[in-house]
């Protein structure tokens, strides 16, 4: 097979009857054809290629006789000509492309005190009245013509078949008959903002993406090792710590943080940064680091659960403390993805993790119960 797939051998004599020259099969060549690409030698030393199609891409789909756009709302059923045009049909009255009910054509608007019914350049079926729909003598009001319906939330009003002048509603975007009306899908404009939609006064308005509070220890002592994460916030992409002067971590750009306190004594803020798209959400916690005192203060999760082995080549064993609470445990990635969908873990039996599908790296285990939670990282090592 050759690198285009096309099973081939080689020829003593390649398909030009040259001993042993380049033209074998399978490789290049010049089918003389202006419509076709990628022009390669068949087993058989045939020179052929690949129909171009109309929008210039070998082997495309955009064909004659196969649908198309013409970006013309007035036309429908749109197809490829043999020409490579575009075009559709144009779209009558009754909304039927191609069809005879167009602007012009008679037609019947039902009432009775018109006369030479046809359908307005509207595409509004209607006749002419003796006297207009204001009620003078041969008036120009007639069925079909524009008004005032009196409503400044429509436009292109228009005066019915029974003389009822209404008007379109005009959207929240300005546009007569447009679609952007109270309760549809918007953009305020707002990165830090999601499900924006239009409000019944127009107003488009989007629900704040939040950040969580920072989960960890507000007292530690100088010099221990300390855990702090943030609940993943939906789309986030990244994330980034700031530690306070002294502190050090091998990394700070997860939703999970193991940093190692400083010697300075005193309260100190611990802030982390979320971004989503160009929206930063940053939170903070005021942590107090007090002389150390030789007992350790590192927040793990052994209250709750324990892991082992850890680090793994993929298969964990979650062993719970407690069996009489249960608890809800969801996977993530160091980007706060969600890696294995919530589970429940509950009783003293012990609950096996599998992350063999996913790549070497650290994990996040993230676990709720009555309100509370724990997080715990493993690693996946090969």
Do not use: H
Request: charged residues 10%.
């Amino acid at each position: 097979y050759t690198a285009n797939c096309i099973c081939a051998g080689v020829f003593a004599n390649d398909c030009e009857g040259v001993v042993g020259g380049p033209a074998q099969p399978g490789t290049t060549c010049d089918d003389g054809d202006a419509n076709t690409g990628n022009d390669l030698y068949s087993a058989n030393c045939v020179c052929a290629g690949t129909t171009i199609d109309c929008a210039g891409t070998v082997g495309g789909t955009a064909l004659p006789g196969l649908p198309c756009d013409d970006g013309d709302a007035t036309t429908g059923n749109d197809l490829i000509d043999n020409n490579c045009q575009c075009a559709g049909l144009l779209i009558d009255c009754t909304g039927v492309p191609g069809g005879t009910t167009t602007v012009g054509s008679a037609c019947d608007d039902a009432n009775a005190a018109t006369t030479n019914d046809v359908y307005t350049a509207n595409c509004i079926c209607a006749g002419v009245l003796a006297n207009d729909c204001e009620g003078v003598v041969g008036g120009p009001a007639q069925p079909g013509t524009t008004c005032d319906d009196g409503d400044a939330n429509t436009g292109n009003d228009l005066y019915s078949a029974n003389c009822v002048c209404a008007g379109t509603t005009i959207d929240c975007a300005g546009t007569v008959g447009g679609t952007a009306l109270p309760g549809t899908t918007c953009d305020d404009g707002d990165a830090c903002t999601t499900a924006d939609v239009y409000g019944n006064a127009c107003t488009c308005v989007g629900t704040a993406v939040q950040i969580s509070a920072i989960n960890g220890p507000a007292l530690v002592y100088t010099g221990t090792n300390n855990a702090y994460y943030v609940n993943p916030v939906p789309g986030a992409t990244g994330y980034s710590w700031t530690l306070p002067n002294g502190w050090s971590s091998p990394s700070t750009t997860n939703f999970f943080l193991q940093a190692d306190a400083g010697t300075g004594v005193g309260t100190f803020n611990l802030c982390v940064d979320a971004n989503i798209g160009t929206c930063v959400l940053t939170t903070c916690l005021p942590v107090q680091v007090d002389l150390s005192t030789g007992i350790s203060t590192a927040t793990t999760s052994d209250d709750w659960f324990t892991v082992q082995p850890n680090p793994s080549s993929g298969v964990f064993q979650l062993i719970p403390a407690n069996e009489q609470v249960a608890m809800s445990i969801t996977v993530y990635d160091a980007t706060g993805r969600t890696v294995k969908a919530p589970f429940l873990v509950a009783g003293k039996r012990a609950v096996s993790l599998d992350l063999g599908d996913a790549a070497p790296g650290a994990y996040y285990l993230l676990a709720t119960r009555d309100g509370e939670q724990r997080a715990m990282k493993v690693m996946v090592k090969r």
